[in-house]
């Protein structure tokens, strides 16, 4: 597939978590890696879940250098970004790019669910861990009853997709109630930085005035 999306003129980016997966994806013929830290919230970009049952948890910090200086081909660091000093940290470190997931949840075009966003808000970097409980593989969330009782019951979940299509009709229901106690809320650890209002132009004006502001 990677070979036929070149063939289309398309560019290939392949998530990673460490540094022989970044050189595996530039030796298949990756245009650019994301250099996922642990930070990161939602699913982990690991290639095998069966050998890496919760994916190789390495910070930002140290993915991010290490990956750059055995790749030849753009880094773009993810995890923990959330404002204008993670941004020029990120770049420092050696990376090319930025990719931010959790930041535009509360943003105002956000089509997250109201109460995925007051739990967010409501959350600090304590509030998250990675779990299979909702699609079978290792995804970074905010931590909530549906997460702790599939933990306590000790039940191994399904292959992935199996075991997110099992889990959707559960999530469906919590999302019409209205409760987060059941809805899969994926969230990196950089929450208190979380604001409210912007939209995400505004962000990303932030972020990059920010960050041109401190590498000056």
């Known amino acids: 597939m990677l070979h036929e999306a070149k063939a289309a003129g398309m560019r290939v980016i392949t998530m990673v978590t460490t540094v022989k997966k970044a050189l595996l994806a530039e030796q298949a013929g990756s245009d650019a890696v994301v250099a996922q830290g642990s930070e990161a919230g939602g699913h982990r970009g690991t290639f095998d879940a069966s050998q890496e049952p919760m994916g190789a948890n390495i910070g930002s910090c140290a993915s991010v250098p290490q990956i750059t200086d055995h790749v030849g081909i753009p880094v773009i660091a993810a995890g923990g970004i959330m404002d204008g000093r993670g941004v020029a940290a990120a770049l ?12 535009f949840l509360t943003a105002r075009e956000s089509g997250a669910h109201p109460a995925y966003q007051q739990a967010l808000l409501e959350s600090t970097e304590e509030s998250t861990r990675i779990t299979t409980a909702f699609s079978g593989r290792p995804a970074r969330g905010l931590r909530n009853a ?33 409760n987060p106690d059941y809805m899969s809320l994926w ?27 401190i590498l000056a």
């Open 92 to 103: 420092i470190l050696g990376a090319q790019g930025v990719q931010l997931g959790t930041r």
């Open 146 to 178: 549906f997460m702790q009782q599939w933990e306590d019951s000790r039940t191994e979940p399904l292959p992935f997709p199996t075991q997110n299509t099992a889990t959707r009709d559960i999530r469906s229901a919590a999302a019409r109630q209205n």
């Open 187 to 213: 969230a990196g650890q950089g929450t208190r930085l979380l604001t409210t209002g912007q939209t995400a132009g505004e962000i990303v004006a932030s972020l990059v005035q920010d960050a041109e502001a």
